[in-house]
């Protein structure tokens, strides 16, 4: 089975330009796909009723997005899909850049729908490269940890982790003149359908997201972004609680699109 997607990332948030995210993924091992092209939309709007928050259309977590970012690492347990004979997806991350700038590099896991069947995988990209699939069994109930570390010299070293099946796997990658300009925790629905939108974002019950550190410290130390998922009317795609301990939150899926 091969899967392959973009992400455009619609963020509006007060005193923020468009921004761009891109994610792609491929339930073959090392196997890369061609990239669709990604769609930059944009606006400046609040949250309604939160001081720190931004809406995306298929982004939803915490992004430290107030300077320059070296490492960003987070753990979850792979959340169970709850299908139908619909086809949905949604994706599970830690990264940096992306929230503010045109490049992501980024690992995490996929809960997908396929025809109504569940599908479990781990996979990295560097965006705007293609991405890539690790290959390594995934399972609903695993403790999954990820991580993504600048290492100088334009070198990215990015981890996954499932302490469940035992296994860990690192790639160095190269990437010149990325900005660093954000370290993010995110929930994501995929894109792109044939016009360029977000696919509907599958039903993952709830998630949840721990130990999310930047630099070496709680990501909510770092005065984050709450993000906010919406669909084309305003309505949340799923609702995010509020950071525990500065440094733990769950997700929670409300809707498909």
Known sequence: MLRRWCIPLAVLALALGPALAARSASAATATAQSHPTAVRSGGIRLHAGLSNA???????????????????????????????????YSSFWVGLDGYNSSSVEQTGTDTDCVHGTPQYYGWYEMYPAASYSF??????????????????????????????????????????????????????AP???????????????????????????????????????????GLDKDTVSSLSGGENFSATWERAS
């Open 135 to 188: 290959g390594n069994t995934v399972r609903a109930g695993d403790h999954i940890s990820a991580s993504v570390v600048y290492e100088g010299s334009n070198e990215f070293k990015l981890t996954l982790a499932d302490a469940t099946q035992n296994w860990s796997v690192s790639t160095t990658q190269t990437l010149a003149n990325a900005a660093r300009s954000s370290a993010e925790v995110i929930i994501e």
């Open 54 to 88: 931004a809406e995306s259309t298929n982004w939803s977590g915490y992004a430290a997005d107030s300077g320059t970012y070296t490492s960003v690492s987070a753990s979850w347990v792979q959340p169970a899909g709850t299908c139908t004979s619909a086809t949905r």
């Open 191 to 233: 894109c792109c359908t044939g016009n360029g939108g977000v696919l509907p974002l599958a039903d993952f019950g709830t998630v949840n997201l721990s130990s999310s550190v930047v630099d070496g410290s709680p990501i909510g130390n770092l005065s984050p972004t709450q993000i906010i998922m919406v669909d084309s009317r």
